[in-house]
């Protein structure tokens, strides 16, 4: 048996227009992280934002702090919403990363013994100056010396079908989501490629993504794994994290 613990590591506030493009208003997003208990390791799934951000987020986050503004109340870091599950962010053996981007690796450094699994293309896109900066990546967050599993496609990290990385290209330019098989069913973490119900429903992409024809694949394929029984747990989705238990957990 496996389970699975979902948490809000900070909220960001910012224009809707910068997830829909065409929607207007403003809108409020949590920022996830998920822990899987896995009987051969603890799996953290994107580990939200850097704990400077809740003292100084210009500091740490230069332009996009203009962009968002970030809610980060003591208890929401991932250490500290790991620790309130009595688990010692040291014993967690391996960190998915479904990209690079500020809001998914921030909490990194808190998580240090743990292998680093994220796509090859999206390491080396985090090492190649022209691609940082058009995506935005700070490697402060990620390049932390961590041992690494580069993924080339998809990968069931156990070998058992439990925990699968998900290839999920577009929004960045390696982006993967995560099947997770429950006891009580199939969800995919489907992270930034796909950011809320809307997001496919409507085949609406945000206005600045990496590749829009992979990223509009990646939604097909999300739309096929639905169809097949599985649930979606959108990347930055209000809506969804209304419906969770509280505390958030899954079986």
């Not at 822990?35 to 003292?55: K, N, T, W, Y």
């Not at 680093?116 to 990620?142: H, I």
């Amino acid at each position: 048996m496996i389970r699975m613990h979902a948490f809000a590591c900070g909220w960001l506030g910012a224009d809707l227009h910068l997830f829909l493009t065409g929607a207007s208003g403003a809108i409020r997003v949590p920022v996830p992280a998920y822990l899987i208990e896995h009987p051969r390791g603890l799996v953290l799934f994107d580990s939200g934002l850097h704990v400077d951000a809740r003292v100084d987020p210009h500091a740490r986050l230069g332009f996009l702090a203009k962009l968002f503004q970030v809610e980060f109340a003591a208890g929401a870091a991932v250490g500290e919403r790991l620790a309130a599950l009595d688990i010692d962010p040291a014993r967690v053996t391996h960190l998915v990363t479904s990209h690079l981007h500020f809001d998914h690796v921030g909490g990194h450094a808190q998580i240090p013994n743990a292998r680093l699994v994220v796509q090859r293309r999206e390491w080396e896109a985090g090492r190649t100056p022209e691609l940082m900066q058009k995506n935005g990546y700070d490697p402060r967050d990620y390049d932390l010396g961590h041992p690494l599993a580069l993924v080339d496609g998809e990968l069931d990290l156990f070998g058992d079908g439990r925990i699968v990385c998900v290839p999920t290209y577009g929004h960045t330019p390696g982006h993967q989501s995560l099947r997770v098989r429950l006891d009580g069913g199939e969800i995919v973490l489907t992270a930034d490629a796909c950011y809320f119900r809307r997001t496919l429903e409507e085949m609406n992409l945000p206005p600045i993504v990496h590749d829009g024809e992979q990223m509009t694949e990646s939604l097909r394929r999300l739309a096929a794994l639905q169809t097949a029984g599985a649930r979606l747990f959108f990347g930055h989705d209000p809506e969804l994290w209304k419906t969770f238990p509280e505390p958030a957990v899954f079986g």
